[in-house]
């Protein structure tokens, strides 16, 4: 990164307090070569419509990109040792991680990619374990293999966690570190030249921070707009069916089919879903259930992989938006090339949750010392949008 960052980088404003946001925050405030201040600019302190309070909260090594799979090691290793990090005057936080694991199911077609991918995995020191038909069956009996050329499981590392929880955590230690949130909404960058003279707020006020970051999810394109910079960034539903089932099965991981519909367990029911195909799949900001999703993809293929559910009862459901990358589903992190003290931090499309953690030490790195110490994410910086260069990412979930 350019001028403006490093030794200490002064005043930081971050746009968004969802979990990106308060990671960020977090370690900004936690670390003493910081000497700025951190202001986060939250629209909806309730939280109630947020990407993260919507999210599954899923975290997977199983990922085909090297950085994205150091990104969840760390945040698996964050969020089992969150009390050490998050906790305030050494109160437990009981932050939730069940490591069931993740269950990637493939055809025949799908298992060169799968054992590419688990080659990587392991090479970078994932426990993941490849199996075929026969020990997929003999592993998870309630499975249905037929069809299926194998799959893979994370054995440890893998799993869930309760996402609004880690949220309010980041947030709370945050603030206990001396970062302030603030009601208000982002409204305007004002640019002059090569730099972000200051962020416009809804209430009238203009902030003229040393830096600015980012992080408000699908909305920083509206935002990135003001300064003249266009960001394919853009909000795109996904819903999550809640149902429960009589049988009971055992230690079911997250699974998805080949198809790419999941589910996993939340105490006495099942969450659920699928990511519509292109053609359905628009931009979006409703918070409208499709039903017809549910009942003509999701149940049919769960009954026909889990045959226990040919009989569940739909309880309810939710939908949420990602902040969907267009170009290839990655994040965006790091500085714009043509502004000095603007850094973005989108584009998770539903990874944001788990990469979190890296995410926000990341960004601390770039502000404090103006280049990465911990994971190099060079790959996911904005270049790459302007250059039209994806970083294609196998098996997206």
Same mark, same amino acid.
């Given at each position: 990164?350019s001028?403006?960052?490093?030794?200490?980088?002064?005043?930081?404003?971050?746009?968004?307090?969802?979990?990106i946001g308060s990671a960020?925050?977090y370690f900004?405030?936690?670390?003493?070569?910081?000497?700025?201040?951190?202001t986060?600019?939250?629209?909806?302190?309730t939280?109630?419509n947020?990407?993260?309070a919507?999210?599954?909260?899923?975290?997977?090594?199983?990922?085909?990109?090297?950085?994205?799979?150091?990104?969840?090691?760390f945040? +698996?290793?964050?969020? %089992?040792?969150?009390?050490?990090?998050l @906790?305030?005057? =050494?109160?437990?936080? &009981?932050?939730?991680?069940v /490591?069931?694991?993740?269950l990637?199911?493939?055809t025949?077609?799908?298992m060169?990619v799968?054992?590419?991918?688990?080659?990587?995995?392991?090479q970078?020191?994932?426990?993941?374990a490849?199996?075929?038909?026969? +020990?997929?069956?003999r %592993?998870?009996?309630?499975l249905?293999? @037929?069809?299926? =050329?194998?799959?893979? &499981?994370?054995?440890?590392? /893998?799993?869930?966690?309760?996402?609004?929880s880690?949220?309010?955590?980041?947030?709370?230690?945050?603030?206990?570190l001396?970062?302030?949130?603030?009601?208000?909404?982002?409204?305007?960058?004002?640019?002059?030249?090569?730099?972000?003279?200051?962020?416009?707020?809804?209430?009238g006020?203009?902030?003229?921070?040393?830096?600015?970051?980012?992080?408000?999810?699908?909305?920083?394109?509206?935002?990135?707009?003001?300064a003249g910079?266009?960001?394919?960034?853009?909000?795109?539903?996904?819903?999550?069916?809640?149902?429960?089932?009589?049988?009971t099965?055992e230690?079911?991981?997250?699974?998805?089919?080949?198809?790419?519909?999941?589910?996993r367990?939340?105490?006495?029911?099942?969450?659920?879903?699928?990511?519509?195909?292109?053609e359905?799949?628009?931009?979006?900001?409703?918070f409208?259930?499709?039903?017809?999703l549910?009942?003509?993809?999701?149940?049919?293929?769960?009954?026909?992989?889990i045959?226990?559910f040919?009989a569940?009862?739909?309880?309810?459901?939710?939908?949420?938006?990602?902040?969907?990358?267009?170009?290839?589903?990655?994040?965006?992190?790091?500085?714009?090339?043509?502004i000095?003290?603007?850094?973005?931090?989108t584009?998770f499309?539903?990874?944001?949750?788990?990469?979190?953690?890296?995410?926000?030490?990341a960004i601390?790195?770039?502000?404090i010392?103006?280049?990465y110490?911990s994971?190099d994410?060079?790959?996911?910086?904005?270049?790459?949008m302007l250059r039209?260069?994806?970083?294609?990412?196998?098996?997206?979930?």
């Open positions: 990164m001028a403006q960052a490093g030794s200490g980088a002064g005043d930081v404003v971050v746009i968004g307090g969802g979990v960020i925050a900004l405030a936690a670390n003493d070569d910081f000497d700025g201040t951190v986060v600019v939250e629209r909806d302190p939280y109630e947020a990407a993260t919507r999210s599954v909260g899923g975290i997977r090594q199983q990922f085909s990109t090297p950085e994205n799979i150091l990104m969840s090691q945040g +698996a290793s964050f969020v %089992r040792n969150a009390d050490a990090h @906790s305030i005057d =050494g109160a437990p936080l &009981h932050l939730p991680f /490591e069931n694991g993740y990637f199911l493939a025949d077609a799908g060169p799968l054992r590419e991918n688990h080659r990587i995995q392991t970078l020191g994932a426990s993941v490849l199996l075929d038909p026969a +020990a997929l069956g %592993r998870f009996p309630w249905n293999v @037929s069809g299926l =050329g194998g799959g893979t &499981h994370g054995e440890r590392n /893998e799993g869930w966690t309760d996402p609004y880690l949220m309010q955590a980041f947030r709370a230690k945050a603030i206990a001396g970062a302030v949130y603030r009601k208000d909404d982002a409204v305007r960058l004002l640019r002059s030249g090569r730099r972000i003279a200051g962020v416009a707020l809804a209430s006020e203009t902030l003229r921070p040393a830096i600015v970051v980012s992080a408000a999810g699908w909305h920083v394109a509206g935002l990135a707009a003001t910079i266009a960001l394919d960034v853009r909000p795109r539903k996904r819903q999550v069916f809640v149902f429960s089932c009589r049988a099965l230690r079911v991981p997250l699974t998805i089919d080949p198809s790419g519909v999941y589910v367990p939340e105490g006495a029911t099942y969450l659920s879903g699928v990511s519509p195909a292109a359905r799949d628009p931009d979006c900001t409703d409208e259930i499709e039903y017809e549910f009942e003509e993809i999701v149940w049919p293929t769960l009954a026909e992989r045959p226990a040919e569940i009862k739909l309880e309810r459901a939710w939908a949420g938006h990602y902040d969907y990358n267009l170009l290839d589903q990655n994040a965006i992190l790091g500085p714009h090339p043509e000095d003290n603007l850094l973005f931090a584009g499309s539903g990874h944001g949750l788990q990469q979190s953690p890296a995410t926000g030490r601390a790195e770039l502000v010392y103006g280049e110490r994971i994410l060079t790959r996911f910086g904005f270049g790459r039209h260069e994806p970083v294609k990412e196998l098996n997206v979930w």
